[in-house]
């Protein structure tokens, strides 16, 4: 059994592999030195795994490339393979969010589009019924840019999928995406005249209930909540998180109600509670939340991590896995009950994800 866990970065993507059941790590050395990688996925559906990544160019622009031989040789587009059409004035800044889905790759952007792709994520199509929709001109740049960053298709029912974007807030389809609605009911956007609009709440990360595919978790700025009934209301979980600012919202691979959160002191305070590294679990759905930070530095703590930065394995048990803005990447091969330093001294994580082959 080989685990690999990819680590995109302010200047390159990172491979590492484990062969010892998580125990230890052996890191390569960085492929698209210099480029930000805001995006990374595992494609698992094929005959071989596929490794996805999304590259920034600041030269020549944003990019998905592909390897089918985890990172020995990359498929490189000779032409962007996310564009947008002449009458939509505008270019695809940044690639937030690569999403396999059987045999479709779903993909993310900078300004807020989904885009699909029936070739394995080599070429994309936009998908207009979110691009054209009427809300779209009011969708606001949060701090980090205004981007599709969480794409959700449901497990059984091609028809159905959740997006997420900041700001614009969850919307949903139930056709196949021709047709979208805004998903907030509960979710308050404190920094808006009505703090409790039918869209423009700054979404940061949403994840699926691994047991119930109609329940959601967010976390969103300043707010936690869950939904059980597909989005269409939501309530708070906030209540034993020492606060209710930050970025991640990962869900168990298998288990229903288990999730994981990094809780930061605030928007305007954009570092851990009480100078702790601390990942926070609950295994109730949110009701109740329990700090892990066995084998996390224990002094003064800064750094800061970011919404896809972290992430779940598919291994028995589940491993969890965070990077932070300081180039540190942690592992957990026992669920958050322990963690082990994967590596140190990285350019800033952006986005890590995980594959137990």
């Not at 979208?180 to 409790?196: E, L, Q, T």
């Not at 994840?207 to 109609?214: H, I």
């Amino acid at each position: 059994m080989t685990s690999i866990l990819a680590i995109g970065t302010q200047k390159g993507l990172f491979l590492a592999t484990s062969d010892d059941d998580r125990r230890s790590w052996r890191l390569g050395s960085a492929h698209f030195p210099g480029h930000a990688i805001y995006s990374v996925a595992f494609d698992t559906h094929g005959p071989s795994p596929r490794v996805l990544a999304g590259v920034d160019s600041s030269h020549f622009g944003p990019s998905v490339v592909v390897s089918d031989d985890l990172g020995a040789t990359w498929q490189e587009p000779d032409h962007a393979p996310l564009a947008f059409p002449p009458d939509a004035g505008v270019a695809v800044e940044r690639v937030w969010q690569i999403t396999p889905a059987g045999p479709v790759v779903y993909a993310g952007t900078q300004p807020s589009a989904l885009w699909r792709s029936t070739d394995g994520g080599l070429t994309y199509e936009l998908v207009r019924g979110l691009w054209d929709h009427p809300h779209r001109p009011e969708w606001d740049a949060g701090y980090g840019g205004q981007a599709v960053h969480t794409i959700l298709p449901h497990p059984t029912d091609e028809q159905r999928m959740l997006v997420a974007m900041s700001t614009g807030g969850v919307y949903r389809t139930s056709d196949g995406g021709e047709t979208w609605s805004p998903a907030n009911r509960g979710i308050k956007a404190y920094f808006v005249p009505d703090p409790w609009p039918e869209f423009g709440q700054c979404v940061h990360k949403v994840a699926r209930d691994a047991a119930d595919p109609d329940s959601y978790y967010a976390q969103n700025h300043h707010g936690v909540y869950r939904t059980t009934d597909g989005g269409d209301t939501w309530e708070s979980i906030a209540g034993t998180l020492p606060t209710d600012f930050g970025f991640t919202m990962v869900a168990h691979p298998a288990r229903g109600g288990t999730i994981w959160n990094f809780p930061l002191v605030s928007d305007g305070q954009r570092q851990p509670v009480d100078l702790r590294c601390r990942v926070f679990r609950s295994t109730d759905a949110g009701d109740t939340w329990q700090p892990q930070d066995q084998g996390l530095p224990g002094d003064d703590y800064y750094p800061v991590v970011l919404r896809d930065a972290m992430c779940t394995d598919n291994g028995t048990p589940a491993g969890v896995y965070f990077g932070s803005r300081a180039g540190e990447v942690y592992a957990s091969r026992d669920e958050g009950e322990s963690w082990s330093t994967v590596v140190s001294h990285l350019p800033d994580v952006l986005c890590v994800r995980a594959v137990t082959l």
